[in-house]
């Protein structure tokens, strides 16, 4: 089946500065990457949309100055958390969806805590 | 407004026995609807996707229905193991192929299984 990576699993930064979380689809081109945001015991939130060589669709509410995503190619989005603060810290999933036949595979998440 | 209703919100049941997750949804125009099983700090795996003319879709232990007209779905899991504690995810996607994030998530149902 299709696998979606992400990477870190976990990382912990102080406030104010950024981070950088990975996320690749390892055998298959994913036409679009979602960003998800998961607090605990609710459900996951969708941050954006993001299309290789485009630039990512952000939900209402979410700020893109300080969630940047690039999608420089079909197998890797980034999202870069700028100037986290303790209340960006959360769970963030990545998705990618296959063409065909329109599945959305997730990642495993990244678990980041701002100190 | 486009809302998925899960119940319950927990369930604890015992090794071996069955149990029955129901998802209500409110979400239009229906394309799919999807159960994802999430371990504690993993992202969510798919466990059937089923679209509209669809009543039931089987995966191992796992036995989803769908009532289009009455807007019901249940994932039925039998002779439970231990393994099965999660929480379960039913969303709905608005478009086939999930793309634009048309996906409508539940909060999902946390079941432990107990020994």
């Known amino acids: 089946g299709a696998v979606v990576s992400q990477h870190p699993s976990w990382v912990i930064c102080k406030s104010g500065t950024s981070v950088k979380i990975e996320c690749r689809s390892l055998?298959?081109?994913?036409?679009?990457m979602f960003w998800y945001r998961q607090f605990p015991k609710q459900s996951l939130m969708l941050m954006a949309t993001?299309?290789?060589?485009?630039?990512?669709?952000?939900e209402q509410g979410v700020e893109k100055d300080k969630f940047l995503i690039n999608h420089a190619s079909l197998t890797l989005s980034t999202l870069t958390v700028t100037s986290a603060h303790p209340e960006d810290s959360s769970f963030y999933i990545c998705?990618?969806?296959?063409?065909?036949?329109?599945?959305?595979?997730f990642g495993p998440g990244t678990r980041l805590t701002v100190t | 407004k486009n809302q998925v209703e899960q119940s319950p919100q927990s369930l604890i049941i015992l090794e071996g026995k069955n149990c029955t997750l129901q998802?209500?949804?409110?979400?239009?125009?229906?394309?799919?609807l999807r159960w994802y099983k999430q371990d504690t700090g993993r992202g969510p795996v798919s466990l059937t996707i089923?679209?509209?003319?669809?009543n039931t879709k089987s995966n191992g232990r796992y036995t989803a229905t769908l009532d289009a007209d009455t807007k019901q779905s249940s994932l039925h899991i039998t002779a439970s193991q231990l393994s099965d504690s999660a929480s379960y995810i039913c969303?709905?996607?608005?478009?086939?192929?999930?793309?634009?994030?048309?996906?409508?998530f539940g909060k999902g149902t946390k079941l432990s299984v107990k020994p």
């Open positions: 089923m679209t509209f003319s669809e």
């Open positions: 969303v709905v996607s608005r478009n086939y192929g999930g793309s634009q994030g048309n996906l409508i």
């Open positions: 998802c209500n949804y409110t979400v239009s125009p229906f394309s799919n």
């Open positions: 998705s990618a969806t296959l063409a065909v036949p329109y599945e959305q595979y």
């Open positions: 055998d298959f081109q994913a036409t679009t």
């Open positions: 993001s299309n290789e060589g485009s630039k990512a669709t952000y």
